[in-house]
């Protein structure tokens, strides 16, 4: 029952939003919508009936695939990521205006929809279904709210995801045809015993399709363009829950499905995730435009993300459900504080900033903790998920190479901790010029979303327990699937 | 046999219409009427009520599959006429001849769509060209018409020839028309054997349009008047695919593995040729001719696969498809520019010929949640339940992924761009009728076997 809560929520209300031309009402609408989808998150965590969070309803039962939403540990804490990240962007960009609000406001929320829907399907059609429509509001809102170069480089985002998406239709059709009942169904799937050789090239099917979103080096070329050329609202969504379906989908529909083809290629897709690491983290101290900063930073903590999974440990997985959670909180508290300051000084350039601190105490110390997340400081939450993470790679058991890993994506986290000090120094300290001179603090709404973020940030930090139980059961289940017992 | 006879009918009528009456209402509403008619009288043709009861010695074979489709070519056209019926009357005098024309060409599809010999196949392909070459030049004073329906009419012929020969070595190997004398025994295949099939193949190939013998489609879509080229597009193509996969199917079935490879390649090379070449498009028009042979390519899937998926698929191929595309000429028929320019900024002005236009594009795209993506969702499992064209089914979605370009330069063109739109004059009949067919196609998007199951058992309840 949850799961189709929510989905219908959202989608029901993202309809009727198209009709609320009033913009005022539309964002009030919006944002009750997205605090009711909220409280629907949260219930998954207090019922634990069976029938509360699975649904079946037949649809296509000539094809085997059935309208069929399943909440595991995983799919409970990215709709809760989910829940949180909308009313959190709301909140914080209350004060931006856009032309046409009802479409903007109608668009996120559907694009809410097509997101929860993909965590929450257990049916491999239905989440292909809902993959694609995640992104279609997604290129309606960086196409038409956009910055200037936007209709061009959201046309690259979308033909790149779409081509990805179609390769792994392909290979979800093969699956399907090798399914013991012919059915789409998430449990078939996982019945499904492919011999090696087809799984190495069903694995790249799949793959691309997911290293395309998350993204993982080289297939990255979209992102920072996209994440610099979209509205702030929008990149938020993007970075911190659209990629994670990228992740998502390798721990659901990949790793489990084809546990041969992960473990034959696994080395090097895990080399091309630590090669993502390095590259962007080296690139990301080139930039001076903070957009471009975060969207390269984040490419970085995706690839180590990746690495997690392909050296296949179970607390390595742990980890990056714990950090799939974390990042998106710290990545759209990053994008918020940088929606603050681009909205006061209609500048990203950090060359053209510096002194913010001293005239915005309130918003400095937000982005420092905020940043200091992104780094991964113990004590904060993203610290928990690399530290597993790192432990999952260095215990490996099926990589051949985790320790040169291990080594290269350390050196890594170095150079996130240097870019991202850079950033806080370049824009917070030194002495203010002429556009930050006048620079007034942060409103109250702002504020709210920031501080509750900082505590999220801080409790999940040093309390991580609640997190880890909750998607132990998941993270025992994939594992369990992926283990190849080595020759 | 109700469809054959009716229809026939139906196009005399029509001519005779034009005698009595000039209103072009009047000549309008019997078209639409009759063609309701016929769509019932083809629907209760599959219920088991025959309106003629006589002995066909085994030329024709009334399948549901191809009463089915028939169902599928006369709703669509029956939409079209509803839709554009009024922009026929702007191409010339004689409204009620175009009618008849198009009569005739419905009574060329339902037996191409049902026949069982080879001689019933060519006269069927012979009643859906001919019409066609005149429509084609229905543009007198154009001479881009002229020119486009010459060169129809020239390599059409050429084309017909081509398959005459093949019918003709045909009957000296097996000494009948009769397409299960011909399937059967034919295991090995034999010089003459070979030279007819490949005859028939590449006939059937120019009239589908599919390269490397597709050069007449662009000339000829682009040059005759526009709502013709509709028509032809989308109704008409999806007949001959129904013919190519019968026939092949019908004559040939045995020796699949001795054709495939071929089929497989034209068909490569059709979704190939047919997406690059839409990519440089400046006409929208034009493109929407190289977008049919792109989909040919799709459809061509069937052939290569030919099992109960693919040829379910082409039946839901057809219905996508045709919905779609005529949707979309029909806006371009309200459009004076044609180009991509033209479309700048429409979503201002006509905000539901934006919006219903973006569906029908989408679904031509083949994103999920519109009919299209089923359509393409059938051919490519049809294709890899076969397994042995894998490499088929890798070219043609990177081809669909290059098809999703310049399907949304229209889509750029209408909600990015800032334009000054034209002038256009729309009934609200008319944008109803495009929110009902968007419907349609969202509808069949998340509900595919709503159509064909609700057809199905309405009959055999």
Partial sequence: MIPVLLIVIPLVSGLLAFLIKQEKSVKTWTLLTSIITLVVAILPFALHKASDLHTDIAWLPDLGSSFSLTMDGMSKLLCLLTGIAFPGIFIATWNTTYKNPHNFFALMLLMQTGLIGVFVASDALLFYFFWELALIPAYFLCSIWGGERRVAVTFKFFIYTFVGSLLMLVGIIWVYFHTPDHSFAMTSFYKVNLPGNQQGWLFWLFFLAFAIKMPIFPFHTWQPDTYEQSPTAVTMVLSGVMVKMGVFGILRWLAPVLPLGTWAWGDTAATLCVIGMIYASLVAMQQDDLKRLIAYSSIAHMGLMGLAIFVTSSVGIQGVMVQMFNHGVNIIGLWIVVELIERQFHTRKMSELGGLAQNAPGLAVMLVVVALANVALPLTNAFVGEFMMFNGVFGSKSSNYHYIFMVVGGISIILSAVYTLNMIQKVFYGNTNTLTASAHDIRFNEKLVLVILLIGIVVMGVYPKPMIEATQHAVDAIYSKMFVKLP | MNAIVISAVLGVVMMFCGVFTNSKTAIRAVAVIGLLVLTIANVMDMGGYHFVNVSLKGM???????????????????????????????????????????????????????????????????????????????????????EASLKYFLMGAFSTGLMLMGITLIYGVKGSFNMEVIRLGSTALTPMMTAGLLLLLFSMAFKASAAPFHFWTPDVYDGSPTVFTSFMATIVKAAVFIAFIRLFEGCFGELQREWQLLVAIIAAATLFIGNITAVFQQSVKRMLAYSSIAQAGFMLFALVAMNKMAKEGLIFYSAAYSLATIGIFAVLLKMKDYTFEGFNGLAKRQPVLAATNTVFLLSLAGIPATAGFWAKFYMLSAAVDNGHVMWLVIVGVLCAAVSVYYYFRVIQAMYFKEGDPQEIETSGAFKGLLIGIAAIVILLGIFPHWLINQLYSFFYL
């Fill in chain 2, 60 to 146: 024709l074979t009334f399948d549901t599959f191809g009463l089915l489709f028939n169902t599928i070519a006369f709703g669509s056209t029956w939409i079209y006429f509803l839709l554009s019926g009024r922009d026929m009357e702007r191409v010339g005098v004689n409204v009620a001849e175009y009618y008849a024309l198009i009569f005739f060409v419905l009574c060329g599809i339902s037996i191409v769509s049902s026949f069982n010999s080879l001689l019933m196949l060519f006269l069927g392909i012979e009643i859906i060209s001919i019409p066609l070459y005149i429509l084609t030049g229905s543009d007198k004073r154009n001479l881009k018409s002229n």
